[in-house]
């Protein structure tokens, strides 16, 4: 009956952590894979927990044997940054470890028991508190998830973050097994554990704040891009207007010029053929292509970007079949924000001095396809395509924002090089699918 009891209960706890790394996270694949990889885990986790727990001494290396295999559960299956999974994976075992040990002290508080006979002994005092501390484990768990937020904090900021919860893992157990050989620090080891269990808490704020300045630094980052594409947006379509007023304000004697170059004789002919073409020529220099593809969204974006690339010289030529109206506006300019910026970048230091960019319809898919020239191999020597510029502050997102834009719309994205040209390679689903 003990074994059964301890093998539910071990079975119980792996399927808890790994149902609340998935709420957490989501999975990153179809109905059948995701369902087959939860249960493998699940077996794995229930035999290593079961195990190891059979042995005090294991406690530790159970403890840390887990927090690897909901490492590995995360990585492989489910969706999201690296570096979180990492500490919401170590954290999760935190609170396992804290829970089951802070619930067996305190009943053994309250009934005056032994924490030995509490852990080694099958009694109602021993199954109370493992009931207790799964039930306050699931109920901490739900309130995490309803303030669950997405994070891309830097490295350094998540090295204390992981830490932290690791060393609280190897401190709580170490007390434990210290309390079994020495009954009569039970109950000041009980207080160690109640000020473990508030520093976890702490943490777990302290992630939590983190990454929510993360997400405002970044969303602010993103209301200036959105600003100054308006803004130049507005300033184009004002140099446009100028342009046309000023043409209409001198058509008028330019036309009675041309009438009477053509009434003299035919010596002028040329004379108001030349005065013509050099019309032509002033409103050629003058003027730029605009770009119009019934979102104004793109619309504002690119011809942002493409006053950008006329500054450096560079051609930017624009095929728009799909306005792209199921993405939100936000993404529209990050995506092409990120992609045209690095475009511009690289085309300004080469002689052809080009840019082509192609959106259509493929299936139920949109093709999003970005073409530029290049003075050297790029993914040779920067196969990550990490920043290269001096200061990283507030650098280094491109990318991965452009990633994270394209994981939402489900799509594929892909970098290659073609005859001196980079190539931004994408496909995003136009219908959203079905959970």
């Not at 043409?247 to 030349?274: E, F, G, S, T």
Request: charged share 15%; net charge neutral.
């Amino acid at each position: 009956m003990n074994f059964l009891f301890e093998t539910a209960v071990n079975t119980l706890e792996a399927f808890l952590i790994l149902e609340f790394l998935t709420q957490y996270f989501g999975f990153r694949f179809q109905a059948s894979l995701r369902y087959i990889g939860f249960c493998v885990f699940w077996m794995v986790s229930t035999v290593s927990i079961t195990v190891f727990s059979w042995n005090e001494s294991f406690e530790i290396l159970s403890s840390l044997m887990q927090v690897f295999i909901n490492i590995a559960f995360c990585i492989l299956l489910l969706k999201g940054n690296p570096g979180t999974k990492i500490f919401i994976s170590a954290f999760t075992m935190v609170g396992i470890v804290l829970l089951s040990s802070f619930t067996a002290f305190f009943i053994g508080h309250i009934t005056q028991d032994g924490i030995g006979e509490i852990y080694t002994q099958f009694t109602l005092v021993r199954i109370t508190a493992i009931v207790m501390s799964k039930v306050l484990f699931f109920q901490i768990t739900r309130i995490i998830l309803k303030i669950r937020t997405d994070t891309n904090l830097l490295k350094l900021e998540f090295i204390p973050l992981i830490v932290i919860p690791i060393l609280s893992i190897c401190t709580v157990s170490i007390l434990t097994n210290v309390a079994l050989g020495y009954p009569g620090a039970q109950q000041r080891i009980f207080y160690a554990i109640c000020l473990i269990l508030t520093l976890s808490l702490l943490t777990y704020y302290l992630f939590f704040r983190l990454s929510r300045n993360s997400q405002l630094k970044q969303d602010y980052e993103l209301l200036n891009l959105q600003y100054d594409c308006a803004k130049q947006n507005a300033e184009d379509i004002r140099r446009m207007y100028e342009n046309i007023r000023a043409l209409r304000h001198d058509m008028k004697n330019h036309l009675l010029c041309i009438a009477n170059l053509l009434q003299a004789d035919a010596a002028n002919h040329q004379q108001a053929q030349n005065y013509i073409q050099n019309l032509l020529n002033q409103q050629e220099s003058s003027q730029k292509n605009i770009i119009f593809s019934e979102n104004n969204a793109l619309d504002a974006i690119l011809n942002t970007k493409q006053t950008s690339a006329h500054q450096y010289g560079i051609r930017f030529d624009a095929i728009i079949v799909d306005s792209l109206q199921f993405m939100c506006a936000d993404d529209i300019c990050v995506l092409f924000g990120n992609l045209l910026d690095n475009a511009i970048s690289a085309a300004a230091q080469t002689e052809t001095k080009q840019i082509s960019l192609h959106i259509q319809p493929q299936d139920t898919y949109v093709s999003i396809v970005l073409t530029n020239s290049i003075p050297k191999e790029v993914l040779a020597e920067n196969p990550a395509l990490k920043t290269t510029k001096a200061q990283t502050d507030g650098h280094g997102y491109g990318i991965k924002n452009i990633r994270k834009v394209v994981q939402k719309y489900h799509g594929l994205i892909r970098f290659y090089e073609e005859n001196g040209t980079f190539v931004s390679d994408i496909l995003l689903l136009t219908t959203p699918i079905l959970e």
